[in-house]
């Protein structure tokens, strides 16, 4: 007895290792954003020489990660973490001290490596860990660092950058850094190394230049000319090196990442269903923002303390969906959970407007939470239990490399619907202003008069009246593109309900799990139902 409550404990204070690492990394890539006009600022440099700091850092975590499945079956968990950790920290405070854009670009990178480690090695570790009957919970915890991180972001950066110093953001992770290492050297155990293999460089190279250059691409997807000839190269090296990097893993005795566990329905579905859950989290997290503060002229701050209560409920969720996970399994929790995350989606599109209150808005994006907290940690669970133990490794580092790409892409693609949707809003919204109609009509002789009342000739308040309605125009197009962007969330996860009905709602026995793993080793088709 006495010796199941000591790993008992032990497991939970591990757990709260990985648990700080996890934070700090996912925290920093949310917390960034908000200082990114103060860098441009502080460096006296542009939009488009400081958006590096963000490209660079995302390109790097797109490198590594593939990496990590490989790092941990040679070295052992406990020493990647470590390491891992130590990167990160260095990182931030190279970061802090940085003095200009460039060493601001290069230091990210170094925080990047350790950061993208972070992730995959700690969800691995977590299944090394704790027992399966546990692991729910187990994740929970460990998701509320992975999912309330990116919504606390904001408003601790907001804070941060109005009360103190801006380098505090960076600053701030190498104390809590240091602790973790030194925790993690104390307090988790070293995983049993695997017989040292051939390291797949044909793998590394093409995942590496397939995913970074197609990263680079999407990043850039709104903006991109393409008459520029790097574009249409970067884009078909990208594919054409993604396709080698495919056809190497399937026929590689020991690959990179193994893609093999596509094989298995519950795996495959679960990351589907959960690159569309990443995209409604990420879109709400990119465009609440931006209409919060670019429409309703809020400060960065005040975006926070709006977003701050949806953190805190994400926070609360993820261990009571994933304790309710180890007794029920994962339907009963993730359908009502898109359900909710669908409707309370398509109700937030509505309140995209200049009249919504404060309150409404905060109250829907709560029900949104709850959605997410009820279904993104059990649809994470369920897929990577039907894989075998001996794989969980490799299947982490390939679920947070998809993580990854797919909150890249949700960015870009709404990035690309709110920005083609405001375009064709406001061809049409122009089409209605002419001599024939009365409302048009009437407001820009009402904005003339309020010109030539400030001292304005009447040629001039005139093309003052005209230049003020195209702006507003300008600006009804975007919340209405921002509120259709919204909506369009709400449609594509009834797929994630189909998806999930699909799925079967089994927990695998240990004696089911053992005879997968052997035969996943014979190469055969695992079949777990």
Same mark, same amino acid.
């Given at each position: 007895?006495?010796?199941?409550?000591?790993?008992?404990?032990?497991?939970?204070?591990?757990?709260?290792?990985?648990?700080?690492?996890?934070?700090?990394?996912?925290?920093?890539?949310?917390? @960034?954003?908000?200082?990114?006009?103060?860098?441009?600022?502080?460096?006296?440099?542009?939009?488009?020489?400081?958006?590096?700091?963000?490209?660079?850092?995302?390109?790097?975590?797109?490198?590594?990660?593939?990496?990590?499945?490989?790092?941990?079956?040679?070295?052992?968990?406990?020493?990647?973490?470590?390491?891992?950790?130590?990167?990160?920290?260095?990182?931030?405070?190279?970061?802090?001290?940085?003095?200009?854009?460039?060493?601001?670009?290069?230091?990210?990178?170094?925080?990047?490596?350790?950061?993208?480690?972070?992730?995959?090695?700690?969800?691995?570790?977590?299944?090394?860990?704790?027992?399966?009957?546990?692991?729910?919970?187990?994740?929970?915890?460990?998701?509320?660092?992975?999912?309330?991180?990116?919504?606390?972001?904001?408003?601790?950066?907001?804070?941060?950058?109005?009360?103190?110093?801006?380098?505090?953001?960076?600053?701030?992770?190498?104390?809590?850094? @240091?602790?973790?290492?030194?925790?993690?050297?104390?307090?988790?155990?070293?995983?049993?190394?695997?017989?040292?293999?051939?390291?797949?460089?044909?793998?590394?190279?093409?995942?590496?230049?397939?995913?970074?250059?197609?990263?680079?691409?999407?990043?850039?997807?709104?903006?991109?000319?393409?008459?520029?000839?790097?574009?249409?190269?970067?884009?078909?090296?990208?594919?054409?090196?993604?396709?080698?990097?495919?056809?190497?893993?399937?026929?590689?005795?020991?690959?990179?990442?193994?893609?093999?566990?596509? =094989?298995?329905?519950?795996?495959?579905?679960?990351?589907?269903?959960?690159?569309?859950?990443?995209?409604?989290?990420?879109?709400?997290?990119?465009?609440?923002?931006?209409?919060?503060?670019?429409?309703?002229?809020?400060?960065?701050?005040?975006?926070?303390?709006?977003?701050?209560?949806?953190?805190?409920?994400?926070?609360?969720?993820?261990?009571?969906?994933?304790?309710?996970?180890?007794?029920?399994?994962?339907?009963?929790?993730?359908?009502?959970?898109?359900?909710?995350?669908?409707?309370?989606?398509?109700?937030?599109?509505?309140?995209?407007?200049?009249?919504?209150?404060?309150?409404?808005?905060?109250?829907?994006?709560?029900?949104?939470? @709850?959605?997410?907290?009820?279904?993104?940690?059990?649809?994470?669970?369920?897929?990577?239990?039907?894989?075998? =133990?001996?794989?969980?490794?490799?299947?982490?580092?390939?679920?947070?490399?998809?993580?990854?790409?797919?909150?890249?892409?949700?960015?870009?693609?709404?990035?690309?619907?709110?920005?083609?949707?405001?375009?064709?809003?406001?061809?049409?919204?122009?089409?209605?202003?002419?001599?024939?109609?009365?409302?048009?009509?009437?407001?820009?002789?009402?904005?003339?008069?309020?010109?030539?009342?400030?001292?304005?000739?009447?040629?001039?308040?005139?093309?003052?009246? @005209?230049?003020?309605?195209?702006?507003?125009?300008?600006?009804?197009?975007?919340?209405?593109?921002?509120?259709?962007?919204?909506?369009?969330?709400?449609?594509?996860?009834?797929?994630?309900?189909?998806?999930?009905?699909?799925?079967?709602?089994? =927990?695998?026995? =240990?004696?089911?799990?053992?005879?997968?793993?052997?035969?996943?080793?014979?190469?055969?088709?695992?079949?777990?139902?």
């Amino acid at each position: 007895m006495e010796e199941n409550n000591h790993d008992s404990l032990y497991s939970w204070l591990a757990l709260i290792v990985v648990v700080i690492g996890t934070f700090m990394s996912i925290l920093d890539s949310s917390i @960034v954003n908000i200082a990114i006009p103060k860098m441009m600022a502080v460096f006296g440099v542009s939009m488009d020489d400081s958006k590096w700091i963000l490209t660079a850092y995302t390109l790097a975590l797109g490198a590594i990660i593939p990496l990590t499945g490989y790092l941990q079956d040679v070295f052992g968990s406990k020493k990647i973490y470590m390491f891992a950790l130590t990167v990160f920290t260095l990182g931030s405070m190279l970061c802090g001290f940085a003095w200009n854009n460039t060493s601001m670009i290069c230091f990210r990178i170094i925080q990047a490596i350790g950061g993208g480690m972070i992730m995959p090695v700690g969800m691995a570790m977590i299944y090394e860990i704790f027992p399966r009957e546990k692991i729910g919970l187990a994740l929970g915890i460990w998701g509320i660092a992975a999912m309330a991180a990116p919504s606390i972001g904001p408003t601790l950066g907001g804070y941060i950058i109005e009360k103190m110093d801006w380098r505090l953001i960076f600053n701030i992770n190498v104390p809590i850094g @240091v602790l973790g290492v030194v925790l993690a050297a104390i307090l988790l155990k070293d995983s049993k190394r695997k017989q040292l293999k051939s390291f797949d460089i044909i793998g590394f190279l093409s995942s590496t230049i397939g995913v970074v250059s197609l990263l680079y691409v999407l990043g850039e997807w709104t903006s991109i000319d393409w008459a520029d000839v790097k574009y249409p190269i970067l884009l078909t090296l990208g594919c054409l090196s993604l396709v080698l990097f495919v056809v190497n893993e399937l026929t590689h005795p020991d690959p990179l990442l193994d893609l093999r566990v596509f =094989k298995l329905f519950d795996f495959s579905a679960s990351q589907i269903i959960s690159c569309i859950l990443t995209l409604a989290l990420m879109g709400g997290v990119y465009v609440l923002p931006l209409f919060l503060q670019n429409i309703r002229g809020y400060t960065a701050m005040e975006t926070g303390i709006i977003m701050l209560p949806a953190a805190i409920v994400t926070g609360l969720l993820m261990p009571i969906s994933g304790n309710l996970f180890d007794r029920i399994g994962a339907k009963p929790l993730v359908i009502p959970g898109i359900i909710i995350l669908g409707l309370s989606s398509y109700h937030i599109s509505t309140l995209i407007n200049m009249n919504s209150s404060r309150e409404m808005i905060t109250l829907v994006l709560c029900l949104r939470s @709850v959605g997410i907290g009820l279904a993104m940690m059990p649809i994470n669970t369920v897929g990577m239990n039907a894989v075998p =133990k001996n794989l969980i490794g490799r299947a982490s580092a390939l679920s947070n490399t998809i993580r990854q790409i797919s909150g890249s892409l949700s960015i870009t693609i709404m990035s690309t619907i709110i920005q083609s949707k405001t375009n064709y809003n406001y061809l049409k919204l122009s089409e209605q202003i002419n001599i024939y109609n009365a409302t048009s009509n009437n407001t820009i002789s009402t904005l003339t008069q309020a010109y030539m009342y400030e001292g304005q000739s009447l040629k001039a308040a005139k093309a003052s009246a @005209v230049s003020t309605l195209a702006k507003m125009v300008q600006g009804q197009a975007t919340i209405d593109a921002m509120a259709y962007s919204l909506a369009i969330i709400s449609i594509v996860l009834v797929l994630a309900i189909i998806l999930t009905l699909m799925m079967r709602n089994k =927990k695998i026995p =240990k004696k089911q799990n053992k005879e997968g793993e052997q035969k996943y080793n014979e190469g055969g088709t695992v079949m777990l139902e």
